[in-house]
């Protein structure tokens, strides 16, 4: 075989990196920054009282994304959530991965592996437990490794310790086999042991303890353990010994069934929010499903319940001018008259997707006054855990199993749309350099007013650094159920990261007047990889077939297929200047020399000229006029790229300036 000339070899390296990088990225957790506080953390570990069994948390009851602090001394480097785990026993997770308390990696090298993120429980005053009883006290919970997340290596580990009188013992490591399965949660019960002979371990002492820790990669949101539903008590069986079940197996035997995920939006095509003026009570509605499974393992299936209640508030200047509340029932009569409406049975350790079977009445969204209407929206399961006569047992008081069983949540109907409910699980982004990413949202067709696209809220999650960063976004229409080639809006946006995660208010220097359906996106505009764009990833849901990707604006625009969730960009309408999208025959701009030592010159017509540096900041020039072309030059040249950014009328583009330095 001969070998291939130098110039198809170049053509082939040229052509690999636009395969390669073209896809969308799924990048880390998207965490609240917070100052360290080891000496608070170990200080409390001497101020709090030891809290007694029952021991029980399935991180449902969490605060923000950190575990319960009354039940966890060391609580904040997982991250407790609940998009990463596939199908958990309930709502919310704690994840254990590569990133620290504050979001960042606890190591730069890329490829360095250790001990990552703790969960340490309060001390448990085992010492009250009865001697007869110590052999008898079991620590039960489920694990999944991997789940929505990396899956973790072989060599990779959850350790298992439990605090003696002596100090911490390590117990157990849990580990992946080749044939592990990202989507189950593995249910465990391992034995707290009693001290039968001198020089054995005791852990039945009042400052017991025990904490699970992760083994991996340190750089980020690799190797990802995800715990739920920990419950430490004494073990006994409620199953009759039959041989074929496992009788003191505690999970499967307790008496929950619980919510797993969060219901499913109100609002059809996915929307958590959108306009309040493109809102139509009779078409916009739809029924939402609830995720439920029984832990409990009957030798029949359960019947199960809900509840569910509604607030409507409508506002006009900030303020509420209209407030309803009720239940919801159904219409048909005799079904749920009293509230309580039957979900069906839920089946021996079943997941299951149940649809809700009743809205509001949808006259009370009637209010023409209102500029916009919020609507919170309560879901409670009922299995009758509490309930002496049915399966609640006095053993697990002060346990109330129904802390799972409720789910809310606030939909929005305000000046935008939003995929998103608001929380960001994840980050995402373009792979690299002028790869362009389009997200489609879709109106009703017969929308012909207040249709004027005049800005967007961008959530750009805190990424341990706060440096400046440029935003070039897009308006495109669609063509063939595709994003058109060309953008009919686009603009250069300087934003700054703080330490805290938020949504950016961007506002176009126009309105754009969409119908039907359109897209918004952005373009990577940053080489390096530490620095590139993230934007907040929802997870709890996904409408990753509304993505769509391209390398440059000179390839075909790709569906998304690998990124699951939804982004947090949302479209926002009002008044405001309209452009129509038609573009005017101009000659192209040309910029020349390039690169050069901050002056050059730009031939071609254009009504107004911008300059940008890198990090977002407008950078001063002086201009003239020649024979043929205008003579610009920079007051303060620095060595790197600019934007210089062109428009006239409707027609907006921008291009990359470089400067060499004096």
């Known amino acids: 075989m001969q070998n291939p000339k130098p110039g198809y070899v170049l053509l082939l390296l040229l052509w690999l990196p636009a395969v390669a990088f073209s896809q969308i990225k799924q990048y880390a957790p998207a965490r609240k920054a917070s100052a360290k506080a080891p000496l608070a953390i170990h200080a409390k570990r001497h101020t709090v009282n030891p809290v007694s069994l029952p021991f029980w948390d399935d991180f449902s009851f969490a605060k923000g994304h950190h575990a319960d602090s009354l039940l966890w001394i060391v609580n904040d480097k997982v991250f407790v959530n609940d998009g990463q785990a596939i199908n958990p026993p309930s709502i919310n997770v704690a994840t254990f991965d590569g990133y620290n308390e504050n979001g960042r990696p606890y190591s730069t090298v890329a490829l360095e592996t250790g001990y990552g993120d703790t969960l340490e429980s309060q001390p448990i005053r085992m010492a009250d437990v009865p001697v007869q009883y110590r052999d008898s006290i079991y620590l039960s919970f489920f694990y999944q490794a991997g789940g929505n997340s990396e899956m973790p290596n072989p060599s990779d580990f959850l350790k298992l310790e439990f605090r003696s009188t002596a100090g911490w013992v390590e117990i157990h490591r849990f580990t992946i086999k080749s044939n592990a399965d990202r989507s189950l949660f593995y249910d465990t019960a391992i034995q707290i042991p009693p001290a039968l002979l001198p020089g054995q371990p005791d852990y039945f002492h009042n400052q017991f303890q025990f904490r699970f820790t992760s083994f991996g990669r340190l750089s980020g949101s690799y190797d990802a353990w995800h715990l739920d539903y920990v419950y430490l008590n004494r073990r006994v069986s409620d199953i009759p010994a039959t041989g074929d079940i496992d009788e003191f197996d505690i999970n499967t035997n307790i008496s929950d069934r619980t919510a797993t995920r969060p219901f499913t939006s109100i609002l059809k095509n996915g929307y958590y929010s959108m306009p309040r003026n493109h809102f139509n009570e009779k078409k916009d509605l739809t029924l939402p499903s609830v995720f439920l499974y029984s832990l409990k393992y009957f030798r029949f299936p359960q019947p199960i319940d809900y509840s569910s209640f509604f607030t409507i508030k409508h506002y ?336 907006i583009s921008t291009g990359k300036l470089v400067v060499t330095g004096n």
């Open 316 to 651: 006009k200047d900030n303020s509420v001018t209209t407030t309803f509340d009720g239940l919801l029932i159904p219409e048909e009569p005799g079904n749920g008259d009293d509230g309580i409406i039957t979900l069906g049975d839920l089946g021996l350790l079943e997941h299951a997707e149940r649809q809700i079977i009743a809205l509001p009445d949808t006259s009370i969204f009637r209010e023409p006054a209102a500029d916009s209407t919020v609507i919170d929206v309560t879901i409670v399961v009922s299995g009758k855990d509490n309930d002496p006569d049915k399966d609640y047992y006095p053993r697990y008081i002060p346990i109330d199993f129904r802390r799972n069983d409720t789910l809310q949540h606030t939909f929005v109907l305000a000046n935008y749309y939003a995929y998103d409910d608001g929380i960001a699980e994840y980050s995402a982004g373009l792979a690299a350099q002028g790869n362009q990413l389009a997200y489609r949202f879709v109106m009703d067709p017969l929308i012909t007013t207040n249709n004027i696209l005049n800005g967007m809220f961008l959530y750009l999650p805190f990424t341990g650094a706060t440096v400046p960063e440029t935003v070039r976004i897009f308006v495109f229409r669609d063509k063939a159920g595709k994003p058109d080639s060309s953008a009919v809006y686009s603009q250069t946006i300087p934003v700054t990261r703080s330490a805290e995660n938020q949504f950016y208010k961007i506002d176009f220097t126009e309105g754009v007047i969409v119908q039907d359906t359109f897209y918004l996106g952005y373009e990577e505009t940053v080489t390096g990889k530490p620095d590139r764009i993230r934007i907040g990833l929802d997870a709890s849901h996904d409408t990753g077939n509304q993505m769509y990707y391209r390398n440059t604006v000179y390839h075909p625009w790709v569906q998304n297929t690998d990124l699951k969730g939804s982004l947090m960009i949302r479209p926002r309408f009002g008044d405001a200047t309209v452009i129509t999208g038609t573009e005017d025959k101009i000659a192209p701009v040309v910029i020349y020399p390039n690169p050069n030592s901050g002056e050059f010159y730009v031939k071609g017509h254009a009504d107004h000229i911008q300059i940008i540096s890198i990090t977002g900041q407008p950078a001063g020039f002086s201009s003239e006029n020649t024979e043929d072309a205008t003579r610009i030059t920079l007051q303060n040249p620095h060595r790197g790229v600019y934007l210089i950014r062109f428009r006239k009328g409707a027609t």
